[in-house]
């Protein structure tokens, strides 16, 4: 399968097709990780395939330590633009989460936003737990904010348009193969491009056995982004921790 995530990451479509992402639903849920992991105010923390740095920046206005990777150096320039303007400080480097190079350890590490599942095999899409377990500190948390894979399958919109700044964007779902696959259509006057998204839908059951093999103990389940139990049925997310 083509490696959908580096043209549709990098487009300049990106970040307007996904303007309505706001800072609430990413302080809620950090405010729930900070609470469960019971964090020190000093602590070190990485932030896998971080994106326009949503979540980075708003750690590091809490005075945490944060470090922040992605693939995109288009969603980097907007992560980097963004931690200047509210002047505080994020060390983000260009990387594929494949093969991270890394030499400190931290004392939590996220992947959030599902950032995950985007390869072809198992074994690709849990390279990056393998990495994480050895950059962790003892006693410290890895946190996977997923989709739930039940709630996807029962609850998918097969298509959707919208107007954004002059662009008519559609959208078209289906599950394939195990996968959610997404098409993206954006038209603005004479120009039309197309995207896909394709993620691995893993329930919750291989996802906790894959951490525990290479040495996890999963501890907690929420269910959304305000804490709630998770059900297999309703809960739209699947917001995992696991403890080194």
Same mark, same amino acid.
């Given at each position: 399968? /083509?490696?959908?995530?580096?043209?549709?990451?990098?487009?300049?479509?990106?970040?307007?097709?996904?303007?309505?992402?706001?800072?609430?639903?990413?302080?809620?849920?950090?405010?729930?990780?900070?609470?469960?992991?019971?964090?020190?105010?000093?602590?070190?923390?990485?932030?896998?395939?971080?994106?326009?740095?949503?979540?980075?920046?708003?750690?590091?206005?809490?005075? #945490?330590?944060?470090?922040?990777?992605?693939?995109?150096?288009?969603?980097?320039? /907007?992560?980097?633009?963004?931690?200047?303007?509210?002047?505080?400080?994020?060390?983000? #480097?260009?990387?594929?989460?494949?093969?991270?190079?890394?030499?400190?350890?931290?004392?939590?590490?996220?992947?959030?936003?599902?950032?995950?599942?985007?390869?072809?095999?198992?074994?690709?899409?849990?390279?990056?737990?393998?990495?994480?377990?050895?950059?962790?500190?003892?006693? &410290?948390?890895?946190?996977?904010?997923?989709?739930?894979?039940?709630?996807?399958?029962?609850?998918?919109?097969?298509?959707?348009?919208?107007?954004?700044?002059?662009?008519?964007?559609?959208?078209?779902? /289906?599950?394939?193969?195990?996968?959610?696959?997404?098409?993206?259509?954006?038209?603005?006057?004479?120009?039309?491009?197309?995207?896909?998204?394709?993620?691995?839908?893993?329930?919750?059951?291989?996802?906790?056995?894959?951490?525990?093999?290479?040495?996890?103990?999963?501890?907690?389940?929420?269910?959304?982004?305000?804490?709630?139990?998770?059900?297999?049925? /309703? &809960?739209?997310?699947?917001?995992?921790?696991?403890?080194?």
């Amino acid at each position: 399968m /083509k490696e959908w995530f580096k043209d549709w990451f990098s487009s300049e479509e990106y970040l307007s097709v996904y303007q309505h992402r706001n800072n609430e639903d990413a302080q809620k849920l950090l405010e729930l990780i900070i609470r469960e992991t019971e964090l020190n105010k000093d602590a070190s923390i990485l932030d896998a395939a971080c994106g326009a740095g949503r979540h980075s920046i708003n750690l590091a206005l809490k005075g #945490f330590n944060v470090t922040g990777f992605d693939l995109s150096k288009s969603l980097l320039k /907007k992560a980097k633009s963004d931690s200047a303007l509210q002047q505080i400080e994020v060390d983000l #480097f260009c990387a594929d989460i494949r093969n991270i190079c890394l030499s400190k350890k931290f004392d939590l590490i996220l992947n959030l936003f599902t950032s995950f599942g985007y390869f072809d095999n198992d074994e690709e899409n849990f390279c990056f737990v393998g990495t994480a377990f050895n950059l962790l500190n003892e006693n &410290s948390y890895y946190v996977l904010d997923f989709l739930n894979a039940n709630f996807v399958q029962n609850n998918l919109v097969p298509e959707t348009i919208k107007e954004t700044e002059n662009k008519k964007v559609t959208e078209r779902r /289906k599950i394939e193969n195990g996968r959610v696959v997404k098409e993206i259509t954006i038209q603005s006057g004479e120009m039309t491009n197309s995207y896909l998204e394709s993620v691995q839908l893993y329930p919750k059951e291989k996802i906790i056995s894959e951490f525990e093999k290479i040495g996890f103990n999963f501890t907690k389940l929420f269910g959304d982004y305000e804490g709630s139990i998770f059900n297999e049925h /309703k &809960s739209p997310r699947l917001i995992l921790f696991f403890k080194r």
